[in-house]
């Protein structure tokens, strides 16, 4: 198994300005993904991130509203930028760990634009 | 298009009943389906199911699947209230990330 920090927990943020949030994880993982829960929906995913590489978007996501980056094989950064009150969601990380294909998750970050 | 398939989408029983949760699936390269419970915000991992026909348990809950016929249950015996949850399904691809359900939502009253 694997144990994810992420943070911050929630913010409530004005529209146009950006939130960094940011996953950690106690080990080297080779996959890690970023999802999006809106409000009443299931988890859809925006983005694979990548070490040492672009990540690679879903359909529908860009990397100029959600840049991510991936410096390491613990530690990954999801930014939403410009913020409008359409991004109010959940945003969770994931990691997929070698040997099991299950999905673990960070804590997940509740964001509100106001 | 893949795609995962949960039904009912939401639920509303008694403490004590037991209750059967449903997940069809169409996707490529299946490798694997997964259960989550989602409370809050982060899901929680219960159960991950590779092979027809064995069940999976783990206290009150198991589930079972079907990889002919493309689906999978998930049972609750004997509800409590705890285990109001948006019950996730989810399927893995080769090399991919999960492709999620859209959840079923249990609510039990005592």
């Known amino acids: 198994s694997a144990v994810i920090s992420q943070k911050p927990s929630r913010d409530i943020c004005q529209r146009g300005t950006s939130l960094t949030i940011q996953c950690q994880v106690d080990s080297q993982v080779t996959m890690m993904f970023w999802y999006r829960q809106q409000p009443g929906q299931s988890l859809t995913l925006i983005a694979t991130?990548?070490?040492?590489?672009?990540?690679?978007?879903e359909s529908g996501f860009v990397i100029d509203k959600f840049p991510i980056s991936r410096p390491n094989l613990t530690f990954s950064t999801l930014t939403v930028s410009n913020m409008s009150p359409e991004d109010s969601s959940i945003y969770l990380c994931s990691v997929g760990v070698k040997g099991g294909p299950e999905a673990f998750f960070g804590q997940g970050t509740r964001l509100t634009v106001v | 298009e893949d795609k995962v398939v949960q039904s009912p989408l939401s639920l509303v029983v008694h403490e004590g009943d037991t209750v059967t949760l449903n997940c069809s699936y169409e996707?490529?390269?299946?490798?694997?389906l997964l259960w989550y419970k989602q409370e809050k915000k982060a899901p929680t991992f219960l159960f991950m199911l590779t092979s027809s026909g064995i069940e999976k348990k783990s206290g009150r809950l198991s589930s079972i699947l079907d990889k002919k016929e493309l689906f999978s249950i998930l049972n609750i015996t004997a509800t409590q209230t705890g285990d109001s949850a948006v019950y996730l399904c989810a399927v893995n691809q080769a090399g991919t990330a999960l492709i999620f359900g859209k959840g079923t939502t249990l609510s039990v009253s005592s």
């Open positions: 996707v490529t390269n299946f490798r694997s």
């Open positions: 991130a990548n070490q040492g590489s672009e990540a690679t978007y």
